[in-house]
């Protein structure tokens, strides 16, 4: 069987590049993607698998004046007490090496901003970035059907991933936020969504800024004798 090429280069060795190349942009210039650009993303990331083919996402993509009032909207309601209100609980608490992956991208993203160790205030600005998604002119937001619980959850995630890949190919930055999620009752208001949705994740998206702090670091990925146990006897 001969090997599938995109011109002349093997389809694994695109893939694999990727993969291990995209990265959660932070900082993002004015210029808004073309809705031509943005279906193409989006009938690329469609292809994801599912079980029995349920396809259980739906995209909210917020742009122009309303992610202006996306913006203040979640501001407003963030000033007010920014409690979490999720449709998924999020972690209780983070221990062992879960801890101190996100300890470590914690403090590659402060050492690019030049936040200091215990400096909460400056911390908490950053934080807050998330609510005006750090700026992208952009932001997906991935819901997923009631009834299918915890597994229509998960294929949301691989549709999420493909929808991250499919930009990346086409130059487009995103970064997936769990915070935009935290305020779900905000979001089901503004986007009219009945209770046969959940909110998942929302896809902050567009141009990056290549000058932007929060886009000079990466973080690392666990070795493959770390992730995976292999039982061939």
Known sequence: ???PTVGDRVDSDVLDRLLRERWSCRGFREEPVAPAVVEEILRAARHAPSWCNTQPWHLHVISGA???RFREGLAARVAAGPREESDFP???EYTGVHAERRRASGWQLYDAVGIGKGDRAASGREMLRNFDCFGAPHVA???TAAELGLYGAVDCGLFVQSFLLAAYARGVGTVPQAALA???PFIREFLGLS???RV???ISFGYPDDEHPTNSYRTDRQSVADLATIIDD
């Open 90 to 92: 999020f972690p209780g």
């Open 1 to 3: 069987m001969s090997v």
């Open 141 to 143: 937001i991935v819901t």
């Open 195 to 197: 209770e046969e949705r």
């Open 182 to 184: 935290s305020q779900a």
């Open 66 to 68: 309303a992610i202006g």
């Open 200 to 202: 998942l994740v929302g």
